[in-house]
């Protein structure tokens, strides 16, 4: 079993003095600020100019500057910015303004394994990356929890680069959550495949295809609905809770004896065996190519994907459902 870090192996003194900027401010990148400013850092926040997220930034209280200017005041400069942007956002503003000794940190591998970004030999390459959404990086800090993260140094130009990220994570309240040392390699190559084959790509299709053939069987949609959807983040909160036999323990000896004869059935040999290319595409760098070629022809397939997607039968049943859901902030 891996070591797990927590606040008590971590020293935020290292960070005493040091400016930290925080390039993005979306999702990520306001949990990073804030939770960071909470924790008694300096932060800045560095946007590329027109950012739509600088009066938002300005309002919390940060001080915004060009990205450019954000580094050149910065010990310390996290990249908290969209993938496929991410390159010419460093290349423009932050690759001409590092100095020997800095830190640039991610939160996901992408653009260093996949070489869109090359930082110099003389700054510390690190990552900080919390298993979660940035609005529940916030939530859990202020109510003294913390997310857990990981943490991987590429590269270590001052000796002490671990000891910075280990400092970051703490901050952050990943120390409250656990701390787990990684890879960028490792980080990357699990990320994108847990997306594409489990939590997003795999729950999304799995999901819709029990609606759809419940619904072509004749059933009500919302009933399909309620099925398939509505409760999935029922059974995950139990799985979160306490793995997956916690969530057998909960839900009826019924459910129990169809999850064990049922389960394999619907993740054959072949779904593995899709699955295994899915992660041969991310490992070779091939699903990283295709995101990156489709991002520089103006997304026109993925906007069409989404278009398709937010008006499809599944999608609407579940608008209408949740606008009748009080507790959920519909109507009555």
């Known amino acids: 079993m891996s070591k797990m870090y927590y ?7 290292i960070l005493e003095g040091k400016t930290i900027a925080i390039v993005g401010y979306g999702s990520q990148g306001h949990s990073h600020a804030q939770n960071l400013r909470d924790s008694g850092a300096k932060v800045i926040i560095g946007l590329y100019e ?32 969209n993938d496929e942007k991410m390159k010419a956002i460093y290349d423009d503003g932050v690759a001409p303004n590092l100095r020997p000794g800095m830190s640039i940190a991610f939160a996901h591998g992408f ?22 959404p940035g609005h529940t990086v916030r939530s859990q800090y202020l109510e003294n929890r913390g997310v857990p993260c990981l943490v991987a ?22 120390g409250r959550g656990g701390i ?9 190559e699990t990320d994108l495949f847990g997306e594409q084959c489990v939590l997003c ?13 419940l619904v072509e069987a004749g059933y009500q949609p919302e009933s399909a609905y309620f099925e398939c959807v509505h409760e999935m983040k029922l059974i995950i909160d139990m799985v979160a809770e306490g793995g997956i036999s916690r969530m057998r323990y909960s839900v009826s000896d019924t459910a129990e004896y169809g999850d064990y004869t049922t389960g394999d059935r619907m993740i054959t040999q072949a779904v593995k065996d899709e699955m295994r290319k899915v992660l041969a595409e991310v490992r070779d760098g091939s699903f990283a190519k295709k995101w990156l070629a489709e991002s520089a022809q103006g997304k ?8 398709e997607a937010k008006a499809s039968h599944i999608e609407t049943v579940g608008a209408e459902l949740r606008e009748k859901m009080s507790w959920s902030g519909g109507k009555r």
């Open 7 to 13: 606040d008590s192996d971590c020293n935020p003194k």
């Open 50 to 81: 027109g950012s739509p997220s600088a009066e938002v930034a300005k309002k919390d209280g940060f001080t915004v500057l060009s990205v450019a200017d954000a580094t050149k005041q910065a010990d310390i400069v996290m990249m908290l910015v």
């Open 111 to 132: 653009n260093i394994i996949y070489d869109q970004i090359i930082p110099p030999k003389d700054v510390n390459v690190i990552m900080i990356a919390p298993k979660g």
């Open 153 to 174: 140094v590429d590269h270590d130009a001052t000796g002490n680069a671990k000891e910075i990220a280990m400092a970051y994570a703490s901050l952050i309240g990943g």
């Open 180 to 188: 787990l040392e990684t890879t960028f390699t490792e980080e990357t």
């Open 201 to 213: 790509g795999g729950v999304s299709a799995l999901m819709k295809a029990g609606f759809d053939i």
């Open 300 to 307: 026109k397939s993925f906007d069409k994907m989404r278009k």
